[in-house]
């Protein structure tokens, strides 16, 4: 494997950002903050065989549809080369979409082996690597899925995966039945093509959104592209949907100007009303 979704996101901002990296412990404050900021609370979720990090309001209403925030790869290489030995995001963006996110219960769910320690078992290198969408994980982020549903009131979810975490995203709701929405923003929805654009090693271990087509045919979907995002490009999304069956329930759309990493945050409440309107 030689290239994370980022490569990694601090040297697709600013090269001089890859000369010294913020720590683990530093990366994990810096989303703690974020989220106490706009009172926002930390949950540490068993899940399967993962612990996860997740955030969630400190005050919630009662409202039939949670809409569930799930981050992306992180920091998983720090080079092109080499893997990075903690995957804690270097900028949680899906966690900033969730604070932007402008009415309606949301919550964040972060990644395995993200946050709460990347040496603990069963994290391993393969888990924000190659076998980043192993069925170990998504069985994990399904069984937090639940805990979440529940501790909110809801009877229906709707997933909002960046990057990596779209591709998460999808394959949650090709097993789940209270799905109403998923929205990928940057989405990596079809990894064995993203490999084959970049000419990297092939995802081994990981499932496929793309092999489950006809699991989410009828699911809706929104798959938010940048126009000018290199790492994962407009054009992988429009294939991966032009490959449903006829009569599917996804769309793509292209924002202009933006790319890999801006100006999700920042725009996230507009393009949400857009959605929702």
Not at 7 to 15: D, H, K, M, Q, R
Not at 74 to 99: C, E, I, V, Y
Not at 105 to 111: P, Q
Not at 215 to 229: E, F, I, N, R, T
């Amino acid at each position: 494997m030689r290239l994370n979704t980022l490569l990694p996101l601090a040297c697709v901002i600013s090269l001089a950002a890859c000369v010294s990296l913020p720590s683990p412990t530093e990366r994990r404050s810096q989303a703690a903050a974020l989220a106490q900021a706009s009172n926002w609370q930390g949950l540490e979720l068993r899940a399967g065989a993962f612990r996860l990090q997740a955030y969630v309001p400190s005050q919630t209403t009662v409202n039939e549809v949670l809409t569930l925030y799930l981050e992306g790869d992180g920091l998983a290489w720090l080079n092109s080369h080499q893997p990075s030995l903690d995957p804690t995001p270097l900028d949680p963006l899906a966690l900033r979409l969730a604070l932007a996110q402008p009415n309606g219960n949301a919550a964040y769910l972060g990644r395995p082996c993200q946050y709460l320690g990347a040496t603990q078992e069963p994290c391993q290198q393969g888990y924000w690597t190659e076998q980043r969408f192993a069925e170990v994980v998504v069985a994990s982020l399904d069984q937090a899925s639940d805990t979440l549903k529940a501790r909110f009131g809801a009877r229906r979810l709707t997933l909002v995966g960046y990057s990596g975490g779209g591709a998460l995203a999808l394959l949650l709701a090709a097993r789940r039945n209270d799905v109403e929405q998923v929205i990928t923003v940057a989405g990596n929805l079809d990894h064995a093509a993203w490999t084959r654009l970049h000419r990297v090693t092939p995802l081994q271990g990981s499932l496929n959104p793309a092999e489950l087509r006809a699991s989410l045919a009828q699911v809706p979907q929104v798959h938010l592209q940048g126009q000018v995002d290199q790492v994962t490009p407009a054009t992988l999304a429009r294939d991966f949907v032009a490959g449903y069956p006829p009569m599917h329930h996804a769309r793509v759309k292209v924002i202009p100007g933006f790319d890999h990493h801006c100006c999700w945050a920042q725009e996230w409440p507009n393009l949400w009303r857009g959605m929702h309107h």
